[in-house]
């Protein structure tokens, strides 16, 4: 039987390749959640749920169990990060794509894509280390959201820096010149 998908033997053993690659992966994923909720089982029976938000602190070796404040530190430290980093993100890459002179620009990036390769643990040993004593000699505690908020800030930046200039550079030639068409023909109709 000829398959009309994929018509070579290449691409049909490619594919069932793919399929193996991706069931496994899937079935990793499934294997190390079926571990974890084994190993929690047992205090899961022993605590109900609702300790996980109505406990006083998280104490495990007290009996105490919420986990509220985490979860809210981790939101608003992620919402935080994304309001700062995203809109400098954004203004970096619209620099160094418009109006950076090229060496500049070239240079730029450069200096992005390895910022984006600096792996995690070493801007929270540089938050840890360098950053929260910056801000506990500025203002006590050093060790705080905002802290949370800057490291991960910076983690993130060069990302979204990276992203958005793919998508600038993927746009059109012609799309920019209509822009600034439209932006010209808008500016002369009101003046």
């Known amino acids: 039987m000829h398959n009309t998908l994929y018509p070579s033997r290449t691409d049909q053993q490619l594919v069932l390749g793919l399929r193996?690659?991706?069931l496994l992966v899937a079935g990793i994923v499934l294997l190390?959640?079926?571990f974890l909720l084994s190993e929690s089982w047992p205090l899961l029976n022993h605590i109900p749920v609702t300790h996980f938000f109505t406990d006083k602190s998280w104490y495990p070796a007290q009996g105490f169990y919420n986990?509220?404040?985490m979860l809210s530190a981790t939101l608003l430290s992620t919402l935080g990060a994304l309001i700062l980093a995203t809109p400098l993100a954004i203004a970096s890459a619209?620099?160094?794509?418009?109006y950076a002179p090229s060496v500049v620009a070239v240079w730029y990036r450069r200096l992005i894509e390895l910022l984006a390769g600096i792996p995690s643990v070493v801007y929270g040993f540089w938050g840890l280390t360098t950053l929260a004593p910056?801000?506990?000699?500025?203002h006590p505690p050093g060790v705080s959201l905002l802290t949370a908020i800057l490291v991960l800030a910076f983690m993130i930046f060069p990302t979204i820096a990276l992203t958005v200039d793919a998508a600038l550079i993927s746009v059109p030639v012609a799309y920019h010149k209509g822009a600034m068409c439209q932006v010209s023909l808008r500016c002369t109709m009101i003046f």
């Open 20 to 22: 193996f690659c991706a």
């Open 94 to 98: 619209l620099f160094s794509r418009y």
């Open 67 to 69: 986990i509220a404040p």
């Open 32 to 34: 190390v959640f079926m």
């Open 134 to 138: 910056l801000i506990a000699s500025l």
